[in-house]
């Protein structure tokens, strides 16, 4: 139980360009799911908490017109990269939460923007 | 917001040694600490959890201790195997809404 997946796993884009990626939680209704950022060997930076049916809450530092976060139902939250830059390539992980503290994890989407 | 630090940053071992990683956070309002484990190329597991209001808990190989007073928590890993090889994380969390992550620890246990 509680698996969360991603899509895509990977994607390569040209510098301009929108990404989208999708958060699923496939077993279980999530109502927050998070979203971070991972660089190489480093550490987890959370970006925004989703609740569903609600405005994400961004942390600090976080461009919210850079990083779209939609929340529409229990199972998805999308991430939408727009106008992807070199500097935006990282690691993007996505964890659902279905009610208590335990969040769980999806395998990641590796973001390369040309 | 919250700060989390954590060491040491790499970490080796020899089989069967124990392992220490310790973390420590800047707000007091922190209630909520897991222990995540990402092996290479995987996503993060939680192996372990503790709450505001128990000083320590432990399940089979793993244990965790939390002193509040101080602001810190440990992740101990006895017996160590090589399995147990990989990228730990400490978070903690204010609000059961908002998760801060520890820089992480690189362990490796030689055979």
């Known amino acids: 139980g509680a698996v969360v997946s991603q899509h895509p796993s990977w994607v390569i884009c040209k510098s301009g360009t929108s990404v989208k990626i999708e958060c699923r939680s496939l077993d279980f209704q999530a109502t927050t799911m998070f979203w971070y950022r991972q660089f190489p060997k480093q550490s987890l930076m959370l970006m925004a908490t989703s609740n569903e049916g609600s405005k994400a809450t961004y942390e600090q530092g976080v461009e919210k017109d850079k990083f779209l976060i939609n929340h529409a139902s229990l199972t998805l939250s999308t991430l939408t990269v727009t106008s992807a830059h070199p500097e935006d390539s990282s690691f993007y992980i996505c964890?659902?939460?279905?009610?208590?503290?335990?969040?769980?994890f999806g395998p990641g989407t590796r973001l390369l923007v040309l | 917001g919250e700060n989390v630090e954590q060491h040491p940053s790499t970490l080796s071992v020899q089989e069967g040694d124990s392992a220490v990683i310790k973390c420590t956070y800047s707000?007091?309002?922190?209630?909520?600490f897991p222990w995540y484990k990402q092996e290479l190329g995987k996503r993060p597991q939680l192996i372990i959890d503790i709450r505001s209001n128990v000083g320590e808990k432990k399940d089979q190989r793993i244990a965790v201790t939390l002193n509040k007073t101080a602001k810190h928590f440990s992740l101990h890993i006895t017996e160590t195997q090589p399995e147990d090889s990989a990228v730990y994380f400490c978070?903690?969390?204010?609000?059961?809404?908002?998760?801060?992550f520890g820089t992480g620890t690189s362990l490796t246990v030689i055979p």
């Open positions: 978070a903690a969390s204010p609000t059961g809404n908002q998760f801060y």
């Open positions: 707000d007091s309002a922190s209630n909520y």
């Open positions: 964890s659902a939460r279905q009610g208590g503290e335990t969040q769980y």
